[in-house]
């Protein structure tokens, strides 16, 4: 079975610009969670999808957003990155009455 | 405020000696505390899920536990392999059950 995938592996992207993260998960996964990972912040919760609805979010600004498509497959964007914004960003999917989060291998953005 | 701590922050053993990590929580409702291990670069491992007190999970060398304040993973002799940094996690009190709260975690060496 294939695990989650997370596409690009790796971004460099300049302060002003926009990128977006795909993630396809678990077949069988409805939901799909995003995660911000940096040395000094460690993991941090970004938001939740499920049935293409966003149920929860975290403590990000607007700047951070995203969407689920009806074949559970997720995306998030960050629009007028900033260097802070670099950081390793984790994919999660889950089954819909199981809480245990499968993650993916990540993209590791860096903003210039 | 839901918080999650870690001690110790890193851990060297020699392969072979037994240790353990412990990971307090300060949690509204306990809805599962999950262990993950991390390798560098790479996506969090789901390892574990416990839900009530006194419960106990195993897998070759690694044995979690929970009890009401705090979980233990427990590390019977281990192995170079299990160098990692393991990260344990709890559902966000006041929203869904797939948004999780991340301690900092504890990064373990095993050296041969």
């Known amino acids: 079975k294939a695990g989650v995938t997370q596409t690009p592996r790796y971004l460099i992207k300049t302060r002003g610009q926009q990128v977006t993260l795909s993630c396809s998960p678990i077949?069988?996964?409805?939901?799909v969670s995003w995660y911000q990972q940096t040395p000094g912040q460690g993991l941090q919760f970004l938001f939740e999808?499920?049935?293409?609805?966003?149920?929860n979010k975290g403590n990000f600004p607007g700047r951070f957003s995203g969407r689920q498509f009806s074949n559970s497959r997720s995306e998030m964007n960050v629009s007028t990155l900033e260097l802070g914004d670099s950081a390793l960003y984790l994919c999660?999917?889950?089954?819909?009455?199981?809480?245990?989060?499968?993650f993916g291998q990540g993209t590791r953005l860096t903003v210039v | 405020e839901d918080q999650v701590t870690q001690s110790p922050e890193a851990l060297r053993l020699q392969e072979g000696e037994s240790s353990s990590l412990n990971c307090s929580y300060t949690?509204?409702?306990?809805?599962?505390l999950f262990w993950y291990r991390q390798d560098p670069g790479k996506g969090p491992e789901f390892l574990f899920t416990?839900?009530?007190a006194g419960e106990e999970k195993e897998k070759e060398r690694l044995k979690a536990t929970l009890t009401k304040k705090e979980s233990f993973l427990h590390i019977t002799a281990p192995k170079p392999e299990d160098s990692a940094t393991y990260l344990c996690?709890?559902?966000?009190?006041?929203?869904?059950?797939?948004?999780?709260?991340f301690g900092s975690g504890t990064r373990l060496q095993v050296q041969p």
């Open positions: 999660a999917s889950s089954l819909r009455k199981v809480t245990e989060a499968f």
């Open positions: 077949s069988g996964h409805r939901s």
């Open positions: 999808y499920f049935s293409e609805t966003q149920r």
């Open positions: 949690v509204s409702g306990l809805r599962g």
């Open positions: 416990l839900y009530s």
């Open positions: 996690a709890v559902p966000l009190g006041s929203t869904g059950r797939r948004a999780l709260t």
